[in-house]
């Protein structure tokens, strides 16, 4: 019921920014929150942040403290994650995730390649 669609990744390098798009579309008014998580090779999935649809508050996990910010553009359906000082160990798959109730992310988009030379 909800499509996620991201995009803006490629190579950059280390102190870079790079700043990715997720497009939420479908019934859009069922999120509850916007996710986005990355996975690297041979490691979990790892949560980056997070967006309440309604309000807007905003968590970023301690990795991309004082680096990334997530917000949501303009009130619509697009989510932006602004990354700065980029790092070689931020390079990862990112994914825009979506979720009807707290804690749960149902739709996954098909991910965005983030790669920081060092």
């Known amino acids: 019921q909800v499509q996620l669609v991201e995009t803006g990744g490629g190579l950059v390098q280390v102190g870079g920014s790079l700043s990715l798009s997720c497009e939420a579309s479908g019934r859009t008014f069922d999120i509850h929150d916007l996710a986005w998580f990355r996975q690297t090779q041979g490691k979990e999935r790892e949560f980056v942040a997070a967006?309440?649809?309604?309000?807007?508050?905003?968590v970023v996990a301690d990795a991309g403290k004082g680096r990334f910010t997530i917000r949501r553009d303009n009130g619509g359906n697009t989510v932006l994650l602004q990354m700065s000082s980029l790092e070689p160990e931020d390079t990862a798959v990112y994914y825009c995730t979506a979720g009807r109730s707290t804690g749960e992310f149902e739709y996954w988009g098909q991910g965005t390649q983030v790669t920081v030379s060092s």
């Open positions: 967006i309440n649809w309604k309000s807007g508050a905003a």
